[in-house]
C-alpha cells in the first residue's frame, strides 16, 4: 500500500508534466502513423501490381527496420537537427515495413478466381482494387496497422533525446533522479496507449471487415 501510496502521490505532484508529455506523445504518435499509412498503402499497391520489384521496396524499409532506434535518432541529428521533425522521420521509417509488408501480403493473396470473375463482370482495374481486393485484404492491412501502431508509441519514447518531448521525459527524469514512481508515471501511460490504440484499432478491423469475411 506505501508502494501505491507513493506511486500515486507522485503521479498528482507531476500531473501536469505527465498530461503535456501524454499530448505530445499522442501527437507524435498519430502523426508518424497517419504519415506512413498515406506512403505504405499506396506503394503496397503499386508493388503488388509489380512484384518483381515487391522484395527491393520491402527489404529497403526492412533495412531501416533493423537499425537501433537509438541510433537511428541520433543519425538524424546531424542530418536534420534535433526536435519534433527528427523524431517524426524516424518514427515513420519505423512504422513502413509492417504496413507496406501486410498491404502488399493482403492484397496478393486475394483468389485469382475472384479478381476473374471481377474482370468477366466488366470491372475496370480501379474498381477491383477497392471493391475486391482491399475489402477482402483488409484484415492484413489492419494488422500491419496495429503493428505499426504498437511500435510507434513504444518507440516514440526515445524522443525525449532530440528534444522532441513525450512520455520519454518524464521516464528520463525519473531515471536521473532515481525516482522510480516517475518512471512508472511514464512507462504506464505509454503502455496503456499502446493497448487502448490497439484495442481501438481491433474494433474499427471488425466494423470494416465485409461479413463474409468475419463468418
Not at 59 to 66: C, D, M
Not at 125 to 154: D, H
Request: no cysteine.
Amino acid at each position: 500500500m506505501d508502494v501505491v501510496q507513493a506511486f500515486w502521490e507522485t503521479v498528482v505532484q507531476r500531473q501536469d508534466l505527465i498530461i503535456d508529455r501524454t499530448l505530445q506523445h499522442l501527437y507524435l504518435s498519430f502523426s508518424a502513423i497517419f504519415i506512413a499509412i498515406i506512403i505504405s498503402l499506396p506503394l503496397g499497391i503499386f508493388i503488388s501490381r509489380k512484384q518483381k520489384v515487391a522484395e527491393f521496396y520491402i527489404g529497403i524499409t526492412a533495412v531501416f527496420q533493423t537499425i537501433p532506434s537509438l541510433a537511428l535518432f541520433g543519425f538524424l541529428v546531424p542530418i536534420v537537427g534535433i526536435g519534433f521533425e527528427t523524431a517524426l522521420i524516424a518514427l515513420i521509417i519505423y512504422a513502413l515495413l509492417p504496413i507496406l509488408r501486410n498491404t502488399y501480403t493482403g492484397i496478393t493473396g486475394v483468389d485469382q478466381a475472384i479478381i476473374e470473375a471481377g474482370k468477366g463482370m466488366g470491372m475496370t482495374s480501379s474498381q477491383i482494387l477497392f471493391k475486391i481486393e482491399l475489402p477482402l485484404s483488409l484484415p492484413f492491412l489492419m494488422a500491419g496497422i496495429r503493428t505499426a501502431t504498437v511500435l510507434t508509441v513504444g518507440v516514440a519514447t526515445l524522443a525525449t533525446f532530440v528534444g522532441a518531448g513525450g512520455l520519454g521525459d518524464v521516464i528520463w527524469r525519473g531515471l536521473q533522479s532515481y525516482n522510480n514512481n516517475l518512471v512508472l508515471a511514464g512507462a504506464i501511460p505509454v503502455a496503456l496507449l499502446a493497448l487502448s490504440f490497439d484495442f481501438i484499432l481491433k474494433l474499427l478491423e471488425k466494423k470494416a471487415t465485409p461479413k463474409g469475411l468475419k463468418q
